[in-house]
T-cell receptor, first 114, second 113 residues
Framework: DTGVSQNPRHKITKRGQNVTFRCDPI?????LYWYRQTLGQGPEFLTY????????KSRLLSDRFSAERPKGSFSTLEIQRTEQGDSAMYLC????????????FGDGTRLSIL | GDSVTQMEGPVTLSEEAFLTINCTYT??????LFWYVQYPGEGLQLLLK?????DKGSNKGFEATYRKETTSFHLEKGSVQVSDSAVYFC????????????FGTGTRLKVLA
């Protein structure tokens, strides 16, 4: 169990640029989640994958956001035309199949928009 | 919709003091309940969980009991240490087919030596 890995740890970019984050879940975990956490708040759900299928997206996920999980392994979250309000910590979590299994979280990617 | 409410922080305690962090929830159906801890610069770590009413989760001296009648899942520890200083998050899951988490806003705990 090597844990959930997220890259990069920090991303600083100018407003209007596109950014992409990567998440490598624990191997054989077929559930993968993305959350966003702003300062002083709890994480908020963004989207969920079961294997390669994206089964749920939050209303928070505007059309500038897109997530993929090709082949049901790693996942990417892309934000196009970044805005100041996108500054946050983006967390990835994974869990095995079967009932309500606890999610294992990565250390997150902190996005700062200049 | 479903929601989780945690007591406001920060909570500041002296070492060896008793800790309670309140958590109440609103949910349709019968969720599972979790406490996660986030140490500075680190990701969320599962502290304990309970999957049905009257279950008690426990780990590292922390305990929480799933109280359906009061829709609560309060976190307790009998004697805190400086190393317990962190942010604690209460969460529920299982009211949707995706098992996504709904988190509270977190409670920062600071333990003084």
């Amino acid at each position: 169990d090597t844990g959930v890995s997220q890259n990069p740890r920090h991303k600083i970019t100018k407003r209007g640029q596109n950014v992409t984050f990567r998440c490598d879940p624990i191997s054989e975990h077929n559930r993968l989640y993305w959350y966003r956490q702003t300062l002083g708040q709890g994480p908020e759900f963004l989207t969920y994958f079961q294997n390669e299928a994206q089964l749920e997206k939050s209303r928070l996920l505007s059309d500038r956001f897109s997530a993929e999980r090709p082949k049901g392994s790693f996942s990417t979250l892309e934000i196009q035309r970044t805005e100041q309000g996108d500054s946050a910590m983006y967390l990835c979590a994974s869990s095995p199949w079967g009932g309500n299994q606890p999610q294992h979280f990565g250390d997150g990617t902190r996005l700062s928009i200049l | 919709g479903d929601s989780v409410t945690q007591m406001e922080g920060p909570v500041t305690l002296s070492e060896e003091a008793f800790l309670t962090i309140n958590c109440t929830y609103t949910a349709t159906g019968y969720p599972s309940l979790f406490w996660y801890v986030q140490y500075p610069g680190e990701g969320l770590q599962l502290l304990l969980k309970a999957t049905k009413a009257d279950d008690k989760g426990s780990n590292k001296g922390f305990e929480a009991t799933y109280r359906k009648e009061t829709t609560s899942f309060h976190l307790e520890k009998g004697s805190v240490q400086v190393s317990d200083s962190a942010v604690y998050f209460c969460a529920l899951s299982g009211t949707s087919g995706t098992y996504k988490y709904i988190f509270g806003t977190g409670t920062r705990l600071k333990v003084l030596a």
